[in-house]
């Protein structure tokens, strides 16, 4: 059997599935545009994933061809304002062998950044030396007492990595000491800047930099290649890029402008990398055979480093990822697994619980699901939140016990439900809260944990009210199974590397012949469809129901190359699956334009679109208004009749 991916999406029962269009990533191409065009000016890509790609934004040539080959990185001192002084500082620490700290945070983007800059400045002459506060003791990011411990051993210039922008106390008493501060970060500016040298943000760059997307890792990387830059040293800057690809992508920042211009030239060279410790995690993970990818980087390397940070010490993974020993890597990858297995144990058990004492509320569940138990580890309840998000599509918090009547909390949702307005309408109930739309965090007291939940669940109840419950499957082209093949998957991965802001395309099949069907151990779902006279196997992780669809289903699913054993062969990863109403497949397509929703299904040749009130749009009225013209180009791409 094909081997699950180590986080494996889960496909929900059929009667929670619901199936529409999704939202535009970015502002709709015009409709037209690619129709227009003769098929020796098409982009040379199939016509699914022109019509993916026109859902995104991407409707000319010029445009799909800046996707595939992003322009190289402008200057960087032209988008960052102070870059020129931060290198300046450094350079001078450098040349003296100055002591200079880097500051970092415990997750992947901290480490790695942290890491890149001590090998950087270590081949540059300064003395560097890591400092990241410890999870469990001294919580996120460059604090007081580290600063007044820095001082006292004789540093006197810090750079902040992926944290710093909101340290002000740390910040206020570093000025105090007379000591300078670098700061890196991403995180959101707060209304007053604390004293520092020099800031280096995303935020501070133009408005279409192709800057503004950096991760921690990143800002890292732009100030290391300028330092190098400046003091003739290019070879110093060696293995750097390595860093920043594994940061990035497990940051899951953004994959446009200078981050996805890097990626595509740094993951071809990544599984070939100098560094030992990344040689002895691919060892470890088992992808030592295989070319290093986004998703491998995603799913195998970045979990094993980021659970060093939730369970263990950061000085691990520092230390891991600038060895040059490769038996030292290889004894510290080693370390690496066994706390990744810790994590996966307690994620498993603290899930199940948070499962059990769902069931035992009773079948009326909470909008907003809130749990808390004093026990379970602060470190992994931020991903059990996931899995609940995910398995329920449910806002919901875990809470943990922190010691003198308080609670910390991690808080996912599903997309549309605004976590950090979420917190923020609650404010006065809790000690200390932040995050962004998709994820946050909290301190609460014990007490208030009753009202707060009633408050987040009243917020919960009006967001479904408005948008629905269930789980969103959202294909953007229709795909014929025929229509997969090699050639197919060759032109799939011209579109890499995917990630946050572009995902990997979803498509969908109507009218699928289901031939085979078994649950497999662990709760997977394998099918063999046909449609007409081809035929592929599909898989379904995590399924929530038994091995009972009809004859016919509809299935939603991205297309992977599945490895087993020395074998590969063509797969379906589903995420959506429905019964169809005949073997044609004629079935509606749910279409939300702005704030209408439509309904859309084949008709012969061409296609016609319902509104809530029951009234129909034919495509053979060739209706003059540019509303109804582009909902009927709209609903065309996403039963795939054109690009």
Same mark, same amino acid.
């Given at each position: 059997?094909?081997?699950?991916?180590?986080?494996?999406?889960?496909?929900?029962?059929?009667?929670?599935?619901?199936?529409?269009?999704?939202?535009?990533?970015?502002?709709?191409?015009?409709?037209?545009?690619?129709?227009?065009?003769?098929?020796?000016?098409?982009?040379?890509?199939?016509?699914?994933?022109?019509?993916?790609?026109?859902?995104?934004?991407?409707?000319?040539?010029?445009?799909?061809?800046?996707?595939?080959?992003?322009?190289?990185?402008?200057?960087?001192?032209?988008?960052?304002?102070?870059?020129?002084?931060?290198?300046?500082?450094?350079?001078?620490?450098?040349?003296?062998?100055?002591?200079?700290?880097?500051?970092?945070?415990?997750?992947?983007?901290?480490?790695?950044?942290?890491?890149?800059?001590?090998?950087?400045?270590?081949?540059?002459?300064?003395?560097?030396?890591?400092?990241?506060?410890?999870?469990?003791?001294?919580?996120?990011?460059?604090?007081?007492?580290?600063?007044?411990?820095?001082?006292?051993?004789?540093?006197?210039?810090?750079?902040?990595?992926?944290?710093?922008?909101?340290?002000?106390?740390?910040?206020?008493?570093?000025?105090?000491?007379?000591?300078?501060?670098?700061?890196?970060?991403?995180?959101?500016?707060?209304?007053?800047?604390?004293?520092?040298?020099?800031?280096?943000?995303?935020?501070?760059?133009?408005?279409?930099?192709?800057?503004?997307?950096?991760?921690?890792?990143?800002?890292?990387?732009?100030?290391?290649?300028?330092?190098?830059?400046?003091?003739?040293?290019?070879?110093?800057?060696?293995?750097?890029?390595?860093?920043?690809?594994?940061?990035?992508?497990?940051?899951?920042?953004?994959?446009?402008?200078?981050?996805?211009?890097?990626?595509?030239?740094?993951?071809?060279?990544?599984?070939?990398?100098?560094?030992?410790?990344?040689?002895?995690?691919?060892?470890?993970?088992?992808?030592?055979?295989?070319?290093?990818?986004?998703?491998?980087?995603?799913?195998?390397?970045?979990?094993?480093?980021?659970?060093?940070?939730?369970?263990?010490?950061?000085?691990?993974?520092?230390?891991?990822?600038?060895?040059?020993?490769?038996?030292?890597?290889?004894?510290?990858?080693?370390?690496?697994?066994?706390?990744?297995?810790?994590?996966?144990?307690?994620?498993?058990?603290?899930?199940?619980?948070?499962?059990?004492?769902?069931?035992?509320?009773?079948?009326?569940?909470?909008?907003?699901?809130?749990?808390?138990?004093?026990?379970?580890?602060?470190?992994?309840?931020?991903?059990?939140? &996931? !899995? +609940?998000? /995910? $398995? #329920?599509?449910?806002? *919901?918090?875990?809470?943990?016990?922190?010691? %003198? =009547?308080?609670?910390?909390?991690?808080?996912?949702?599903?997309?549309?439900?605004?976590?950090?307005?979420?917190?923020?309408?609650?404010?006065?109930?809790?000690?200390?809260?932040?995050?962004?739309?998709?994820?946050?965090?909290?301190?609460?007291?014990?007490?208030?944990? &009753? !009202? +707060?939940? /009633? $408050? #987040?669940?009243?917020? *919960?109840?009006?967001?479904?009210?408005?948008? %629905? =419950?269930?789980?969103?499957?959202?294909?953007?082209?229709?795909?014929?199974?025929?229509?997969?093949?090699?050639?197919?998957?060759?032109?799939?991965?011209?579109?890499?590397?995917?990630?946050?802001?572009?995902?990997?395309?979803?498509?969908?099949?109507?009218?699928?012949?289901?031939?085979?069907?078994?649950? #497999?151990?662990?709760?997977?779902?394998?099918?063999?469809?046909?449609? %007409?006279?081809?035929?592929?196997?599909?898989?379904?992780?995590?399924?929530?129901?038994?091995?009972?669809?009809?004859?016919?289903?509809?299935?939603?699913?991205?297309?992977?190359?599945?490895?087993?054993?020395?074998?590969?062969?063509?797969?379906?990863?589903?995420?959506?699956?429905?019964?169809?109403?005949?073997?044609?497949?004629?079935?509606?397509?749910?279409?939300?334009?702005?704030?209408?929703?439509?309904?859309?299904?084949?008709?012969?040749?061409?296609?016609?679109?319902?509104?809530?009130?029951?009234?129909?749009?034919?495509?053979?009225?060739?209706?003059?208004?540019?509303?109804?013209?582009?909902?009927?180009?709209?609903?065309?791409?996403?039963?795939?009749?054109?690009?």
């Amino acid at each position: 059997m094909a081997r699950p991916p180590p986080l494996q999406p889960l496909l929900p029962p059929l009667h929670e599935q619901r199936w529409q269009l999704p939202a535009p990533l970015g502002p709709l191409a015009d409709p037209g545009q690619l129709a227009a065009l003769s098929p020796q000016q098409l982009p040379p890509l199939p016509s699914p994933l022109l019509a993916a790609l026109a859902r995104r934004g991407y409707g000319s040539r010029e445009a799909v061809a800046a996707l595939l080959q992003p322009p190289e990185a402008p200057e960087a001192s032209l988008h960052f304002a102070a870059l020129p002084l931060a290198v300046t500082r450094l350079e001078r620490a450098c040349r003296q062998g100055e002591a200079v700290a880097i500051c970092g945070d415990y997750d992947a983007d901290g480490m790695t950044s942290t890491a890149l800059l001590l090998g950087v400045l270590e081949r540059l002459g300064a003395r560097p030396v890591a400092a990241i506060p410890s999870r469990m003791e001294e919580g996120y990011g460059l604090n007081a007492a580290m600063v007044e411990r820095l001082e006292h051993q004789g540093v006197k210039l810090l750079v902040t990595v992926d944290n710093g922008i909101a340290a002000t106390d740390a910040l206020l008493r570093a000025e105090a000491l007379a000591v300078e501060v670098i700061v890196t970060d991403h995180h959101s500016i707060p209304a007053q800047l604390p004293p520092l040298l020099a800031l280096l943000h995303p935020q501070r760059t133009p408005e279409d930099s192709p800057f503004r997307g950096l991760a921690g890792v990143g800002l890292a990387y732009v100030l290391a290649a300028a330092l190098c830059q400046a003091m003739g040293r290019p070879d110093a800057l060696q293995m750097a890029r390595d860093l920043f690809c594994i940061g990035t992508i497990a940051d899951m920042a953004p994959l446009s402008g200078v981050n996805r211009r890097w990626l595509i030239d740094g993951l071809p060279r990544l599984g070939q990398s100098g560094l030992a410790g990344l040689q002895a995690l691919q060892q470890v993970a088992g992808v030592e055979d295989r070319p290093l990818d986004a998703q491998a980087v995603g799913f195998q390397i970045a979990p094993r480093i980021n659970a060093v940070g939730r369970l263990g010490d950061p000085a691990l993974v520092v230390e891991l990822l600038t060895t040059a020993d490769p038996e030292r890597a290889l004894e510290l990858a080693g370390q690496c697994e066994a706390l990744n297995r810790q994590r996966r144990e307690l994620c498993e058990a603290i899930e199940a619980e948070a499962l059990a004492l769902l069931e035992a509320d009773g079948p009326q569940r909470p909008r907003f699901l809130l749990l808390a138990q004093g026990h379970w580890h602060h470190g992994v309840i931020g991903i059990v939140a &996931a !899995r +609940l998000v /995910e $398995r #329920l599509g449910l806002p *919901a918090a875990l809470l943990a016990g922190e010691g %003198g =009547g308080l609670m910390r909390a991690s808080v996912r949702a599903p997309r549309g439900f605004a976590v950090d307005e979420a917190l923020h309408h609650c404010a006065d109930l809790l000690e200390r809260h932040g995050g962004h739309p998709a994820a946050g965090g909290f301190t609460v007291r014990a007490e208030h944990v &009753a !009202r +707060l939940h /009633e $408050r #987040l669940d009243a917020l *919960a109840g009006d967001w479904l009210d408005r948008h %629905g =419950g269930g789980h969103p499957v959202e294909p953007e082209a229709l795909l014929r199974l025929e229509q997969i093949d090699r050639d197919f998957l060759h032109h799939l991965q011209r579109l890499e590397p995917f990630g946050i802001g572009h995902p990997q395309p979803v498509f969908w099949s109507a009218g699928c012949r289901v031939k085979q069907q078994k649950l #497999l151990r662990g709760g997977h779902l394998q099918l063999e469809l046909s449609q %007409g006279e081809r035929s592929v196997r599909a898989m379904g992780w995590r399924w929530q129901g038994g091995a009972d669809l009809p004859l016919w289903v509809d299935v939603a699913y991205r297309v992977k190359l599945d490895r087993w054993q020395g074998r590969e062969r063509l797969q379906l990863e589903l995420v959506g699956l429905r019964g169809s109403e005949s073997p044609d497949g004629e079935r509606e397509v749910r279409l939300q334009r702005r704030s209408r929703t439509y309904w859309c299904r084949r008709q012969g040749e061409g296609l016609v679109v319902r509104n809530a009130a029951g009234e129909e749009l034919h495509s053979s009225s060739a209706p003059e208004h540019p509303y109804l013209r582009a909902l009927l180009q709209d609903a065309a791409t996403a039963l795939g009749l054109s690009a």
